[in-house]
């Protein structure tokens, strides 16, 4: 069984920082183009960021870029995002997602999901 597990997520206040860790259980994290997207209440999912297998290529939301980092520890099997200067826009649940080709990371071109992590931006 192939998983992607999200872990990371709760509650903090505009300004605040988390990061949120997608660890992969399964299969081999560094054959795979990873990307993180999220979706609010109301609203389509939506790409944030994604990073090829090698970590040498990144891409990132104009929303986002600038405040948030993904990385990769192939060796841990686990990728990263870090969230910086958060708003309450960035308030969703957030899914990591393995996919073939870094051309294709979008919301619709993905093999594996995971069940999401929540993120609340509140004062």
């Known amino acids: 069984q192939l998983q992607l597990v999200e872990s990371g997520g709760g509650l903090v206040q505009p300004g605040g920082s988390l990061r949120l860790s997608c660890a992969a259980s399964?299969?081999?994290?560094?054959?795979?183009?990873i990307g993180w997207f999220r979706q609010a209440p109301g609203k389509e999912r939506e790409r944030v960021s994604c990073?090829?297998?090698?970590?040498?290529?990144?891409n990132y939301a104009d929303s986002v870029k600038g405040r948030f980092t993904i990385s990769r520890d192939n060796a841990k099997n686990t990728v990263y995002l870090q969230m910086n200067s958060l708003k309450p826009e960035d308030t969703a649940v957030y899914y990591c997602?393995?996919?073939?080709?870094?051309?294709?990371?979008?919301?619709?071109?993905?093999?594996?999901w995971g069940k999401g992590t929540l993120v609340t931006v509140s004062s």
């Open positions: 990073i090829n297998n090698s970590g040498g290529s990144t």
């Open positions: 997602a393995a996919g073939t080709w870094y051309i294709e990371c979008t919301k619709n071109g993905m093999n594996y």
């Open positions: 399964g299969f081999t994290l560094g054959r795979y183009v």
